[in-house]
């Protein structure tokens, strides 16, 4: 059992920068990680992924050049980091963990956190 929470999450203006931080309860350099958001009414989109290692990361074309995932597999804990933010990019922020190689789509992730609201202003 993997848990994970979000944290960092806030009200910020457009054009500002937020990082997400998820922690995990237990070793996490077996998982590849990936990052979603859902924003009110619509689905959950994927945002990107990085491998366990961190060595390889893919992004969706909503956030591509914007946003940067990383990880520090000593401190169990990945990141988001979030540039340009725009209003549209206002949503529940998630990160989720598979024991997949590789995975961009959520029915690959077993392991999810709470969520973590994101709110940008105009």
């Known amino acids: 059992q993997v848990q994970l929470v979000e944290s960092g999450g806030g009200l910020v203006q457009a054009g500002g920068s937020l990082r997400l931080s998820c922690s995990a309860s237990t070793r996490l350099s077996s998982y590849t990680l990936g990052w979603f958001r859902q924003p009110p009414g619509n689905e959950r989109e994927f945002l990107g992924v990085?491998?366990?290692?961190?060595?390889?990361?893919g992004y969706g074309d909503s956030v591509k050049g914007r946003f940067t995932i990383s990880r520090d597999n000593a401190k169990n804990t990945a990141y988001l980091q979030m540039n340009s933010l725009k209003p549209d990019d206002t949503a529940v922020y998630y990160c989720?963990?598979?024991?997949?190689?590789?995975?961009?789509?959520?029915?690959?992730?077993?392991?999810w956190g709470q969520g973590a609201q994101v709110t940008v202003s105009s």
């Open positions: 990085i491998s366990w290692s961190g060595g390889r990361t």
């Open positions: 989720a963990a598979s024991a997949s190689e590789w995975a961009t789509s959520a029915g690959n992730y077993r392991y």
